[in-house]
């Protein structure tokens, strides 16, 4: 009886290689998967169940990750405004740890022995992925063909069309990764430090002009709606201003960063509902939530981005982190007045029935409703007490 490996699955050149590799050199039964986290269309997707089944696979599997990737990753994202090196919303890297999740689970869930994928042996992924099925399914093996026979491009097109698999070969100009948080993007500008990406490197080409006012609803942290219209789930409402904030060229950008084997990576990415929601959503958290919860929130979001990031979403930490950035969420509810121009935006304010910079208490630089100038005085004094002892009891041993 043939051995049963599940095979992480895209269609492309690493994974086909690894279909005929896996059926006819090592002569398993191998069961592909596509995770579908926001970035494929119902066509798209068929075509692939089609390429699967032309290179020799028993059984072809999609897992539609939409809702759970939100659910389970992005809304901490948003939550916590997270943007890696203070640019990047970690449209990849998140949504890596949610694929490898729900590959872990259906070779759990159909009693596979193997479980393998195309990484290289030169990116963050290959841990990303080893390291979750490491945890999640530690009885079960690894195969990673790619890397293991280290393996060139060519020599992969050779194999393939040796093998009788008629595709195109050609590689595309720049890579693209679409999903729901944002779409990377890497070419040839992206491995030099000095180059930008070209107009027409862009998956999303600028077609809108004219300035767009929107309103957008949060309740309890989450996009629920934009101007009047209403989604049942947070992942609908980011898919259409996605769909109205994309032809603005809004969010592109290049990410630099670390990667998990401790080199420096760049990447173009565009991600206009990412940029708008979390910058939205930040501008409501300052205004209805107080300094310390600010400040802490920054504190451990940067963590959970960073420790996302590097493929540590099982750690019992992020749950704890999870809890904390949930409980900060019961006040940010209201509305954010947002205005798209071509290539930015602007967040112009908030209403909300939380505001914290209610005239009620007083009006910044202009007037108080709470405490005279004499509290201010004795307020003054104490505040910087132990700092003016400081400053005496120092002078005084100069």
Known sequence: MKKKVVLAYSGGLDTSFCCIYLTQDLGYEVHSVIVNTGGFS??????????????????HHVVDETENFYNTCVRFLIY?????????????????????????????EIGAEF??????????????????????VPEVKIITPIRDLKL????????LKKHGVDMNFEKAKYSINKGIWGTSVGGKETLTSNLGLPEEAWPTQVTASEVKDLVLTFEKGELVAIGDEKYDHPTKAIQALQAIAQPYGIGRDIHVGDTIIGIKGRVGFEAAAPMVIIKAHHTLEK?????????????????YGNWLHEGQFHDPIMRNIEAFLTDTQKNVTGKVFVQLH??????????????????????????????????????SKIFGNQVMIYHKVNSQND
């Open 42 to 59: 119902e066509e798209e997707l068929k075509g692939v169940e089609e390429r699967a089944y032309k290179m020799g696979v028993t059984s």
């Open 80 to 108: 916590g405004n997270v943007l890696k090196n203070n640019t990047y919303p970690l449209s990849v890297s998140a949504e890596r740890v949610s694929q490898a999740t729900a590959i872990a689970n259906y070779a759990k």
């Open 115 to 136: 479980v393998a994928h195309g990484s290289t042996g030169a990116g963050n992924d290959q841990v990303r992925f080893d390291m979750i099925f490491n945890i999640l």
């Open 152 to 159: 060139s491009r060519e020599e992969e097109i050779e194999y």
């Open 287 to 303: 205004h209805v939530l107080t300094k310390w919860q600010l400040s802490w929130k920054d504190q451990l979001s940067s963590f």
């Open 342 to 379: 071509p290539y930015r935006f602007q967040v112009v304010g908030i209403e909300s029935p939380y505001d914290l910079m209610s005239n009620k208490f007083g009006s910044y630089g202009e007037m108080n409703n709470a405490w005279s100038g004499e509290d201010v005085k004795g307020f």
